[in-house]
């Protein structure tokens, strides 16, 4: 899910047919002002990859950029959505398959962080976009507890003040923590 000028945008994840889960790259736009949905451009995935499931976005300069989510180890393709077009864009792949990752945009850089790699464990780090030079970095930058030895999954993120903080997560052992994860040198 993301918002572009006023318009909330949702899609992926699964529907069924005769009670079958199935891939459902479809995506709509939430028009607040009319109070009406439309479909917009289906997400370019390649359907015998599976459903991406909790799929991370963020948005920098009215481009949204949609990614992870993968439910299998093919899953690293990342795109851009312009609404002003109704048209998908690849962009450099994501650094690996990735489930239930946290997604915002900061100073005109897209930033993926935590989350947990394909048959992995929860994870603590944080993959910076540029998209002029259409790159992924992995930061160093420790995003979570510094002394717990968990990561973050289905976490959420947020901006105030200058900084990005970095909460959540669906374990108990992390369950309603809050984090302060990078400054304003992002």
């Not at 897209?110 to 993959?127: K, N, V, Y």
Request: hydrophobic content about 35%; aromatic content about 18%.
């Amino acid at each position: 899910m993301f918002a572009i000028n006023n318009k909330i945008y949702t899609g992926l994840g699964t529907s069924q047919t005769a009670g079958v889960d199935g891939a459902d790259n479809s995506f709509y736009e939430y028009n607040s002002s009319t109070n009406a949905w439309r479909k917009v451009a289906d997400y370019p995935d390649k359907q015998y990859y599976g459903w991406r499931n909790l799929a991370s976005a963020f948005v920098i300069n009215n481009i949204a950029y949609v990614g992870c989510g993968a439910t299998n180890t093919g899953m690293y393709n990342f795109f851009s959505y312009s609404a002003a077009n109704n048209a998908w864009t690849q962009i450099h792949d994501f650094p690996e398959a990735r489930s239930y990752t946290t997604g915002f945009s900061f100073g005109n850089k897209g930033f993926i962080a935590t989350g947990e790699p394909l048959a992995g464990t929860p994870a603590h780090d944080c993959f910076k976009y540029d998209p002029t030079a259409d790159t992924w970095a992995h930061l160093n930058d420790y995003v979570g507890c510094n002394v717990c030895s968990w990561g973050i999954e289905r976490g959420y993120a947020f901006i105030n003040n200058g900084y990005v903080y970095v909460g959540g997560g669906n374990s108990a052992t992390n369950l309603g923590f809050l984090y302060q994860a990078v400054g304003s040198g992002l």
